[in-house]
């Protein structure tokens, strides 16, 4: 079993659209939860941390549910500019606070 | 503020040369980190330093040795590259406090013919 795991998609959405990813992880021991954003053949770039509380970023929200070892985030009113791959990422302190990342899920937006 | 930076931002080899990559982050850093992504995969730890002059195995780190002379800088070297070593590479660094959120660099691409 991966130790990250998302659906691969991809989500074809329209603009003003709703979506949601969902993650699962099978390390409770960890720590840090994040959502990072990777564009094709660029860099991943920090979208959100993902707080017990939850938490929002104007049109991201992000959840974590430790119990059941999900994360999720909401894009609301969906953008062109939003098509990219999206990373589910959770800390391994084993590694010396080792990233492990998801093997991502692809978000295409349609006008 | 460049954040971090690699050099090359493409190189290609061949079967048995050796290079180095550089990576310089300006953020004043203590951990430092090398990924590899290949197609339909994830990013996979390569190795890792928790501050200057160390260095850690990551989840596949042979065929690659780095350094960490200076904190920020670290170097990732191919001794003697082979075809299963083309990917992209990725250096990433954090804070050494929570929440450890990791900034990437911009990539160097390897092809190993």
């Known amino acids: 079993r991966k130790e990250v795991e998302q659906d691969p998609g991809p989500f074809n959405v329209p603009e003003g659209a709703t979506v949601a990813f969902n993650c699962t992880y099978s390390n409770s021991a960890s720590q840090s939860f994040f959502w990072y954003r990777q564009d094709c053949r660029k860099e991943p770039k920090l979208l959100m941390s993902?707080?017990?509380s939850g938490n929002e970023d104007g049109r991201f929200t992000a959840q974590l549910n430790r119990a059941s070892q999900y994360i999720s985030l909401l894009i609301r009113d969906s953008k062109l500019s939003d098509s990219a791959t999206y990373l589910c990422?959770?800390?391994?302190?084993?590694?010396?606070?080792?990233?492990?990342f998801g093997a991502g899920t692809i978000l295409r937006v349609k006008s | 503020n460049a954040g971090v930076t690699q050099t090359p931002k493409f190189r290609v080899l061949k079967t048995g040369q050796s290079m180095t990559l550089l990576c310089a982050q300006d953020m004043n850093h203590e951990y430092m980190y090398w990924y590899r992504q290949d197609p339909g995969m994830g990013l996979r730890l390569i190795h890792y330093s928790v501050g200057e002059g160390t260095t850690a195995k990551g989840e596949v780190p042979d065929g690659y040795n780095v350094s960490r002379l200076k904190k920020q800088n670290f170097l990732l070297g191919l001794e003697s590259a082979a075809p299963s070593q083309t990917s992209v590479y990725f250096c990433?660094?954090?804070?050494?406090?929570?929440?450890?959120?990791?900034?990437f660099g911009p990539g160097t691409r390897l092809t190993v013919t």
């Open positions: 990433a660094s954090s804070d050494a406090v929570p929440p450890y959120e990791q900034y």
């Open positions: 990422v959770v800390i391994n302190m084993e590694y010396g606070n080792k990233l492990v």
């Open positions: 993902v707080y017990s």
